[in-house]
Structures are given as structure tokens and as C-alpha cells.
């Protein structure tokens, strides 16, 4: 008999990409056969995201675009994933989607997992491996006070194990920021046990990944709900020891949390790669304040010399929100003035959308009008990308680290330590190796050099 085959699609954070990842695993651990058309597939798992109303009309666009396939395929099962569904399901989910057999809050597929393994007969198989079954979210995050999670078992994680792979370290926020509906979808903070996420680390590096992305939220609130030790850096630090994992990297950060036992642990970790993700999301105080951030600007500009001076050479990303409520054309220029004094290495700019449930959405008045949220987003986005370039122009003839994670259009494709990507040729097989490569060319999104030598080490 054929094996059955599933299909995911994801869209979102990094923390979707590991919620996925989980699910196929979980999957193939079952027998089933990932396939790239969700037509061919017997499970068609949509994992979704609603931080900005874009991403959640592309969720209702095309989970109603399985409609006829239902139709067609009455057998084939269809789950909604992720942050559109949130830790509580409404029974109205139900109702707007009646040919979607299962709704799965994020990171917590045991639903589907637990019905297809009765289907198959291996439930009994699977509950004697600390699997989904046991992973779930609401009845430990209430029920449990210290930290609950079992861990997450990456059985196989795709056929060919990928060089670079993520693992969620906190899971759910409880910051509350005014514009955002993460909190809400995904629940209060709650940290893994740090010996999990080791544990799953070395079963990742035994199966040939290299690079490992420890993820939340507010990642630099690891350990924190309860109590505060172990931490993050002590995270690095221990994780630093693990033989075949050559680069550690984590977020996203908060300007609050970001503390110096964590840049100290960048600074000195080899493997921890100098690459800052913590954003700014506005650069007045007013609207920072509006935004309940919890800093100045001043604060930020002192955090990011702060990182320069412990960090030599640190990649420092951010990301921006134009048009929040209220945000005046001056308040704006505070945006764009932060972007062009500090000159960090990207910035994910987004229009504010007003999300149901959200404090700014319940009380203040989305009254930036949509032309203007595109014109000062372009604005971001013109500087910042000159701001690119004059950066990788001065890359040009230095040689740099980089970890070879694939091949797209006949070159083969990594990244730098600082997290940028490089695109070189070489005759062989080069997926997962790490080589030095001195840069040729240089555009505002990526570099491209010439191979120097092969690095990689066994340690
Ligand atoms: N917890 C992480 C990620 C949040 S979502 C953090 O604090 O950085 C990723 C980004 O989406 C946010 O940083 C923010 O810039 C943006 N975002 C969140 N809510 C938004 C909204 N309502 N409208 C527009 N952008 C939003």
C-alpha cells in the first residue's frame, strides 16, 4: 500500500516555521510522506499567522480555497493551525469553516497527531514516546506552575535534515504591547525546561544540522517566569558545549530584556553568532509610550552602542511600525531619523493594522490614512536600503565565514555570521559545509564572493 501523504503550509514568524517542522515530524514519525501539491495530499495542515490583517486574508483566502477540493476528496483531512485559530478555539471557527476537520492552537498539533495515530493504529506506540500527546499547551500552562513543556521531538525533521533549524525556547508573551494580538493567540509567556531544549539540540546536530535558532517571542525572557535561573546566556553557554553545532543564534530580543549576562555570553561564545534581533518599533517616545513599549529612544540608541562596544561587529536588526495611531509626520522623522543615525544591518518595516482585541484597536483611532502608511513605509524602506548597500560595498574583498545551506539558480547559498547571505559556485557538493568566501559582488539584500576554503571542523 502507497504511504499517506501530507502537505503544510506556513506563513508568519520563525516560530510558525518550528511549529511546522514539528508537525512534520510528527508526521513522518506516523508514516506519512511530505509532498509539495496540498491536491496530492491526505492531511493538509494550513499553519497560520493574523499579526497584520494581510497575513489573515491570505489565511481566509486560502483555507476557503479548499472548499471544492473537501468536495472532491471528502476523505482528506484538513487542520487549521496557528495563531488564527489561538489557544481557545471558538466554536465559531467551525461555523465559518465547516470543511476543516480540525482547529489546532499554535505549537499544540496533539489533536490531529492523536486522531491519525487511532486512525493508524499506533496510538498506543505513541503515547509510550514523549511526543504531541503529551504536549499540551492550555492544560499545562494553567494547571502547572513551574516550567511544563515536554519536549518537542524532531523524530526526523524532513527526509534530509536541513543545516540551519529552529527551536522554540519560550513559548506565548505576556508584554502586551498595545498594537499586538500575539499575547492573545498564543497565551502567557511560559519557558521550556533548558535540559529539553539541550536534549533536542543534540538529537538536531545528531541529525546533521549545524545551526540552531533558539526562539520567543521576548527570547531574552527565557527562564524568567519562573524565577530567572537558568537564563538565556546560561542557555548559550551550555549549549555552547555541544559537539557538531557550530552556530547558535536567538530571538527576537527586547530592549528591556536584553541584559548584559547576554551580550556578555555573545561576546565571549564562539559559536554564538553576533547577531542582535531587537526592535525599536518607533522612534519617538510618545508613540513608544502609546505603543506601552516600555523604553526611549534614547534608551535604544544607548542599547545598540551598548552592543557595539561589547560586540565588535554585531549585526543589529530591528523592525519598525509606521503609521501607529496618532503617529504625526514629525513623530514619524523620529523613525526615519533612528534609521539613518544608527544605521543597523535590516529593519522589518510594517504598516499598522489594527487587530481585534488589541488595546490600540479598542481605543485609539487607526487614523494614519493608508496612503500615507505606504509613503512613509517606503521612505523606511529607500533609506534603509541605501544604507544597505554603502555597507556591503565596504564588504567587497574581505573574506567571510559562511554556512552552506542550499543551491538556488546553480550557485550554492549561505550565510555570515551576521546573518548575511552569500551566493558562491563551486563544482561540488557543498550543503552544510562551512567555508570562507571573499566577497565579490555586493547588492542591498545579499553578496556574492568567490570560494577561498573549506572550514568546516568536526567539533
Ligand atoms: N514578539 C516579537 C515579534 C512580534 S511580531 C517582537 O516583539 O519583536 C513581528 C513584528 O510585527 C513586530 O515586531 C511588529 O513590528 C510587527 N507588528 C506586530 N503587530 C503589528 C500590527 N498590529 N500592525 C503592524 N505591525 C505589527
Request: with cysteine; hydrophobic share 35%; glycine share 6%.
Amino acid at each position: 500500500m502507497n504511504s499517506k501523504k501530507y502537505h503544510i503550509w506556513t506563513i508568519g514568524c520563525q516560530m510558525n516555521v518550528a511549529d511546522s517542522n514539528h508537525v512534520a515530524a510528527e508526521l513522518d514519525a506516523l508514516g506519512y510522506e511530505p509532498v509539495e501539491r496540498d491536491e496530492e495530499a491526505d492531511v493538509i495542515v494550513l499553519n497560520s499567522c493574523v499579526v497584520r490583517q494581510s497575513a489573515e486574508d491570505k489565511v481566509v483566502g486560502h483555507t476557503q480555497s479548499l472548499k471544492a477540493l473537501k468536495r472532491r476528496r471528502p476523505g482528506v483531512k484538513i487542520a487549521l493551525m496557528g495563531c488564527f485559530v489561538g489557544i481557545h478555539p471558538s466554536p465559531e471557527l467551525q461555523k465559518q469553516f465547516p470543511h476543516v476537520d480540525f482547529f489546532l492552537p499554535p505549537s499544540d498539533p496533539s489533536s490531529l497527531i492523536t486522531a491519525l495515530a487511532a486512525e493508524s493504529g499506533t496510538a498506543k506506540q505513541l503515547e509510550t514516546q514523549t511526543t504531541t500527546a503529551r504536549h499540551r499547551l492550555q492544560d499545562e500552562a494553567t494547571t502547572t506552575p513551574g516550567p511544563a513543556y515536554q519536549s518537542i521531538r524532531h523524530l526526523s525533521l524532513y527526509r534530509e535534515p536541513p543545516v540551519a533549524a529552529y527551536i522554540p525556547i519560550v513559548y506565548g508573551c505576556s508584554h502586551a504591547c498595545t498594537y499586538c494580538i500575539i499575547p492573545s493567540r498564543r497565551g502567557a509567556e511560559k519557558s521550556r525546561r533548558l535540559n529539553d531544549i539541550l536534549a533536542e539540540t543534540r538529537d538536531l546536530v545528531r541529525q546533521g544540522v549545524r545551526e540552531i535558532t533558539y526562539l520567543g517571542q521576548i527570547v531574552d525572557r527565557y527562564g524568567k517566569d519562573w524565577g530567572g535561573s537558568p537564563d538565556l546566556a546560561d542557555l548559550l553557554y551550555e549549549a555552547s558545549h555541544i559537539p557538531g553545532l557550530w552556530r547558535i543564534r536567538f530571538l527576537t530580543s527586547h530592549p528591556n530584556y536584553l541584559d548584559d549576562r547576554i551580550l556578555q555570553a555573545v561576546a565571549e561564545l564562539t559559536k554564538v553568532c553576533e547577531h542582535i534581533e531587537v526592535p525599536i518599533q518607533a522612534g519617538d517616545d510618545e508613540v513608544l509610550r502609546n505603543m506601552r513599549r516600555g523604553y526611549t529612544v534614547a534608551e535604544y540608541k544607548q542599547l545598540v552602542a551598548k552592543i557595539r562596544r561589547m560586540i565588535p561587529g554585531a549585526a543589529i536588526h530591528t523592525d519598525i511600525i509606521v503609521g501607529f495611531p496618532g503617529e504625526s509626520e514629525t513623530q514619524f522623522m523620529g523613525s526615519y531619523r533612528i534609521l539613518r543615525d544608527l544605521r543597523l544591518d535590516k529593519a522589518h518595516l510594517a504598516r499598522y493594522s489594527p487587530r481585534p482585541g488589541t488595546v490600540s484597536a479598542r481605543t485609539m483611532t487607526d487614523d494614519v490614512p493608508d496612503d500615507e502608511k505606504r509613503r512613509r513605509h517606503q521612505t523606511l524602506e529607500t533609506l534603509q536600503e541605501g544604507i544597505l548597500r554603502q555597507k556591503n560595498a565596504a564588504l567587497v574583498g574581505q573574506t567571510m565565514e559562511v554556512l552552506v545551506e542550499g543551491q538556488h539558480k546553480g550557485k550554492w547559498r549561505g550565510r555570515t555570521r551576521t546573518d548575511k547571505i552569500v551566493f558562491f559556485h563551486h563544482p561540488q557538493d557543498m550543503q552544510g559545509r562551512l567555508v570562507q568566501v571573499r566577497i565579490e559582488k555586493y547588492g542591498p539584500y545579499s553578496l556574492q564572493g568567490e570560494f577561498m576554503e573549506d572550514v568546516s571542523t568536526t567539533t
